[in-house]
């Protein structure tokens, strides 16, 4: 069954010179955009392409502004100002352009290219084919699902080399850990469980059902759910051994540990069942945690720093933390990642770069992760891990420590000697 292809009303496609990324989302029967992203002319040309594709950049725009969107928002396509003669003239590049869109977002199965006309091409599977989208009647209106996750991840491996720095193959086996704990997780809505197959919320676009003494109740429902579409989600992870499948026992001497708390916002078309809400939730957490560690780990590259000695304690890591604002005509807010030190306003250069708008500082969203105080962690970081971990609340860090599994070895045989001997001395005086 094909999907009927709607539009926001608030986007304009006659004000786009160019090209522009369609965001914008996915039900069963409907093929939803609510904004267009102008893709920003690429240094060193004049602006005045004529006619022609520029697959590889249009699809590098498309990679940005995907990284920056919530869960269960995707980018659904390209809109490119031109005449309908590029169906024929440039097939085989808009074909390329789909199939680089679609590998980009695994969970994007249909992606389009829009002319302005609203006559355009939709990629399924691998097939091309027309598609033609409407103007919806009202806004496309979404549900908000707010989550937050407080991280304690723990583990263990071996190192040879570069044992005091943060590198992106020590922290992927403490995201993975935590990957497979999500997995086999439940999540709550509005502290209810629910149903796979349930809807979030009545649908936006289906018929409504009339029936004898049933229509007037069902639109007091509908008029009793308007303007509640915001749900806190509470994930429940499974007490499991979560391991993988192959077990390995080796010697370690690095300890790493994800620890804090991360903010998660997605958003779901009404209508949307329970089983796609949680992939969407899940989906953004998984993927901000990727792109905060990749970030970090890209930005130590080629930075010495102190390295560091096992004596010193442990050395605390700080990826990006996230903040949000919300697209212009949406419900909607996208979310970009400030490196510490940064303010909101570091992150209006970009947001205007990548969706072709300009938030104020006010707009930015920048309390949701409340990063630590340097005197907190030089503190915690004299405790002990157990103790000191557990008490943050501030912002998302990586803890690389560094002997942590000799040291606690070593005080528990001195204990358990000590405690042998204390026992022992008992002993000779009691027979005495």
Request: hydrophobic share 35%; net charge negative.
């Amino acid at each position: 069954m094909s999907r009927s292809a709607l539009l926001d009303p608030g986007i304009d496609l006659t004000k786009l010179s160019g090209s522009g990324v369609l965001i914008g989302s996915y039900l069963p029967s409907h093929l939803l955009g609510v904004y267009v992203a102008p893709t920003p002319v690429e240094e060193g040309e004049d602006g005045e392409g004529k006619g022609e594709l520029d697959v590889p950049w249009m699809l590098e725009h498309a990679k940005q502004v995907f990284k920056m969107l919530p869960g269960g928002v995707h980018v659904i396509g390209f809109v490119y100002n031109s005449t309908p003669d590029v169906f024929t003239k440039s097939e085989s590049k808009i074909r390329k352009l789909l199939s680089g869109l679609r590998a980009l977002d695994s969970e994007a199965d249909e992606v389009v290219f829009l002319l302005p006309d609203l006559k355009g091409k939709s990629l399924q599977a691998d097939n091309l084919k027309n598609v033609d989208f409407k103007v919806s009647e009202t806004q496309i209106e979404f549900v908000e699902l707010d989550t937050s996750v407080i991280l304690d991840i723990p583990i263990a491996h071996s190192c040879d080399q570069n044992a005091s720095k943060m590198l992106h193959t020590h922290a992927e086996k403490g995201v993975l850990k935590f990957e497979r704990s999500l997995a086999t997780s439940l999540c709550l809505f509005n502290s209810e469980l629910k149903g796979p197959e349930e809807t979030i919320c009545p649908p936006q676009f289906e018929a409504k059902k009339k029936g004898k003494g049933k229509h007037k109740q069902m639109e007091e429902e509908e008029e009793e759910e308007e303007g509640s579409f915001k749900f806190s989600v509470h994930i429940l992870v499974q007490d499991d051994p979560n391991v993988g499948e192959e077990v390995l026992i080796e010697d370690n001497n690095i300890r790493i540990k994800l620890a804090g708390k991360m903010t998660s916002r997605s958003y779901m078309p009404k209508g949307s069942s329970i089983a796609q809400c949680k992939e969407a939730v899940i989906s953004d957490i998984k993927r901000s945690l990727r792109s905060r560690i990749l970030m970090h780990c890209d930005s130590l590259v080629g930075d010495e720093g102190e390295e560091g000695e096992a004596g010193d304690g442990p050395i605390v890591h700080e990826p990006p933390r996230r903040v949000l604002t919300l697209l212009p005509g949406t419900s909607i807010s996208i979310s970009d990642y400030l490196y510490p030190g940064e303010g909101g306003e570091d992150a209006l250069e970009s947001i205007k770069e990548i969706f072709g708008f300009s938030p104020t500082e006010e707009d930015i969203e920048d309390d949701l992760e409340i990063v630590a105080a340097a005197k907190d962690v030089k503190r915690d970081a004299d405790k002990s891990i157990a103790e000191g971990r557990s008490k943050k609340v501030g912002g998302m860090y990586l803890a690389v420590s560094l002997g942590v599994a000799a040291l606690s070895a070593a005080l528990a045989w001195f204990r358990f000697s000590r405690d042998s001997t204390e026992e022992a001395n008992e002993s000779i005086q009691s027979e005495e």
